[in-house]
């Protein structure tokens, strides 16, 4: 049997139906990983850009966007074995630059950034509460890079409950033959892999009354 | 039955043994817990002192000290349904004074911040984690306040799979009747609950030999 | 000031909006706990029967019941310090009678049963995922005991994310000062304590429009 | 630049210490994997047979053994959106021949069983906590699917601060080219990857006094 038909025997890959309360999350666009002068970044341009288009409807429309960083302190730094293996991510050091989301995505004061510590957006953090005291049913998932810390947050999405889109012109990566695997990986076992235009086209459709509106004034929902 | 024999009888409150790498976690000991010019604070002055001869001590034995605050973003404090309950917490906005913790304390430079959004500074944080990556077997939990943070605290440290002692007189409340009350459920449950006293004559028995020291420098441990 | 006054200016106490898509957790009904031929138990007849009235409603409107148990394995239970502590918790092996829901709960064959290994249904288990996935935003927590699992459950149910209600008449505990004390604990800081009367009442009142429907045959929510 | 380049210049693939107090994680050898009459399995003679050479071994030398199984209540399966992509996982349910370990592994009566609900061990499992409790500072990685759940797996192993070796020939998949996609990412970025060869040598050279021997009977540590 070819790869194609053993997978679609296990009963991979099939397209997941989409909620009706989605969040963005921007995994890591940050200069550590966005501006070349750093050895841990690659030029992320087109994907910023990308995202930025779904980032803006998304907050147009009501959604929430949530950016993440990694930023350590320096005991921190000295006591995870992830810093072991990833040693270049010891650089990305809490009060740097590199630790900065990047100003081209157009990130506004009221988004929330969720500081990591791994490669996961929800491993040793709340975003799997904040996710779900907002309401969300589906996280749409961008940023960098794609076979590290875009796959670990796909994991963990639809691990914590949630549907998991990844546009995959949104994702980016140092190098094209990883960025590739891990969305055959996800495309097949987590998450519907898609395009920014498909997502933005969705983005439009749902209508105010699905919307979730998080607010601690009294109300839970509309 | 009396209550004490119930518990008795139930196989509660028995002395636990205690591991040989302990770290002291102090819990909010901030300013919006602490300066009574705030409405969350009480007088705690009398707590910081007994926890600052801990700290001072197992930072020369080498043991880690790790502080918390809760520090809130502003679409967090809209969103988390915690603060619909506690809802004086919403205070506690990052870049305040009010999450920044008391020098009285003792703080250094070196000492590490978690960062919590709830009432343990386990859950949504990388805590646990931190533990473990620095080999550390038992927790010292002190701090503030008795009846809500530090018990969540405890409980979790204990579920996390450390053993837990809460010197009393390093933990501070607002009202004595849950301070005792929730002593009593950490003694009876979850942790050891002793005094500054024995935890630093016990912190100055643990030889060199037994510390833990973490690097990320090629050893693991000694 | 008084307790109370201490309370209010620090801003707890307050009563919280109710989502529309509740979940009952009934946390710990097993016969460890139920059955007072085991030292472990306490006569919990009238808190069951209080539940039960509450899980037939749920169950009916479309609402999930889910219950919980403790079930060690050998193992697990030598080495999990939580046991050094709650020493009578090591009876609760995997397989014996103790850790099988009491009937008189009337649970059904299709009722989710999540294994526990601590205080909270929350820790180490996927129930916020599940919830999360079933679309819940408000969790009615009930069972045993209220000054161990139910308040442990509590407060990580609010750390996860939902809303909490506990009916009071569903908890049962071995004595009742603790009972009480963290009775007053969880409605100050928590969750809503109320009566199996009341949200008896809210269930009746929520639509099947606010039904949460989890089906994994394509649709994800009504 | 170079693949390889731009990975070097990042800081990734070093080799990272290992620990003193190995723990080994046997990932879904399970029949639903094994069994080629099942369609979610695989032919994983092989795999097995290194894994088992290794698990006899670090059981003889006092280590934990922990398999994991995925088995699912009606429920749950209903529930849980990475069903509705990994829709073969459904007929993971518990109480079939599917979810039982492989009787190939050589497991033993005494040996934990994780039951897992997602990709990896650690997600809504108390593993963390029982390998934090036992002691362990370096996890050893086997089983099924590299892909799948060893990749998952061991990122969170790294995460929840542990020092990660995988094996190559004892971690089995469907398809060739999404093993070594995955075993290549978790060379440069999780876990060293090595042989059951120089495992087995490892392990063998690590001495009695610096075995865990968790034990809830009064003492904590050798």
Request: charged residues 20%; contains cysteine.
């Amino acid at each position: 049997m070819s790869q194609a038909e053993v997978y679609a025997k296990a009963g991979f890959g099939a397209a997941a139906p989409r909620g009706k309360r989605p969040a963005v999350i921007v995994v890591d666009f940050t200069y550590g990983f966005t501006d070349t002068a750093y050895p841990t970044a690659a030029n992320m341009t087109a994907e910023i850009a990308a995202t930025r288009r779904l980032t803006d409807l998304a907050r147009e429309r009501g959604f929430p966007v949530i950016y993440t960083t990694i930023a350590y302190q320096p005991w921190e730094a000295e006591t995870l074995p992830w810093l072991r293996k990833a040693t270049g991510m010891k650089a990305l050091m809490a009060g740097t630059r590199l630790v900065e989301i990047d100003r081209a995505t157009g990130i506004t004061a009221d988004d929330p950034v969720i500081v990591k510590h791994g490669a996961s957006a929800f491993h040793g953090t709340n975003l799997a509460a904040l996710l779900t005291a907002a309401g969300a049913d589906t996280v749409i998932v961008t940023g960098a890079t794609t076979s590290g810390c875009v796959r670990a947050t796909v994991v963990d999405a639809v691990q914590s409950g949630f549907i998991v889109l990844v546009p995959r012109d949104c994702c980016a990566d140092r190098a094209a033959a990883p960025h590739e695997a891990n969305l055959y990986d996800i495309a097949q076992k987590y998450g519907d892999v898609t395009s920014a235009d498909d997502v933005a086209n969705w983005l439009g459709q749902i209508g105010p009354s699905d919307r979730l509106r998080p607010r601690n004034d009294g109300e839970v929902d509309q």
